[in-house]
């Protein structure tokens, strides 16, 4: 994000305001699209809207752009967790939205099938026919213990670990029962 696209400075020499026409020189004044205002008429005709708040951004406000969009320096937050984004990376996605890199990882990532929270990179997963899991969110459906990376049986859309696919599913012996 940069700055906007006027300068504020005091005018030294004699210049009037594009507006008002009151003279300019040893006053206050904002150059924009090559045309000298008073303070007073760029604030009513020429300020950039903030894109966040709606807002007209003052002369004396600091300002950030990108891509034709208008920020209050301490309105430039992502959208999702409102962190400041003046010195950091960002994406800009629809409706002019700012996110910062983490949420911006976080939406893009894949859901856990068990808690549909996002698995970013670093997490340790579980993945099995295009389904993803936490590691610890990948559960036998009987007793609820994390399989985790450990063996499991899958059957239908349930998995078990291997003790309770046993003593489910495991055909017993006629003579000893085990």
């Keep these: 994000a940069g700055r906007g ?8 020499e004699h210049f009037d305001c594009h507006y008002c026409r009151d003279p300019l020189q040893g006053k206050k004044y904002v150059q924009k699209e090559g045309r000298h205002c ?6 009513k005709f020429c300020p950039n809207t903030c894109t966040e708040c ?14 034709n969009s208008y920020w209050h320096n301490n309105c430039f937050r992502c959208f999702k967790c409102y962190m400041s984004l003046v010195n950091e990376p960002f ?3 629809e409706n002019n ?16 099938k068990g808690c549909f929270k996002p698995i970013i990179a670093g997490d340790q997963n579980v993945e099995y026919k295009k389904m993803v899991w936490h590691k610890d969110c990948f559960t036998c459906s009987q007793c609820k213990q994390v399989i985790g990376s ?3 049986f899958p059957k239908g859309d ?15 012996c006629a003579k000893c029962k085990n």
């Design 38 to 43: 008073c303070i007073k008429c760029f604030e």
């Design 150 to 152: 450990g063996s499991f």
């Design 5 to 12: 696209s006027y300068t504020v400075g005091t005018m030294l």
């Design 97 to 112: 939205k700012v996110w910062c890199s983490n949420c911006t990882a976080a939406e893009d990532a894949p859901r856990c």
């Design 158 to 172: 349930e998995f078990y670990c291997v003790s309770c696919h046993e003593h489910k599913f495991a055909k017993t």
């Design 54 to 67: 709606k807002k007209p951004i003052g002369a004396d406000s600091k300002e950030l752009h990108f891509k």
């Design 91 to 93: 994406m800009l996605w």
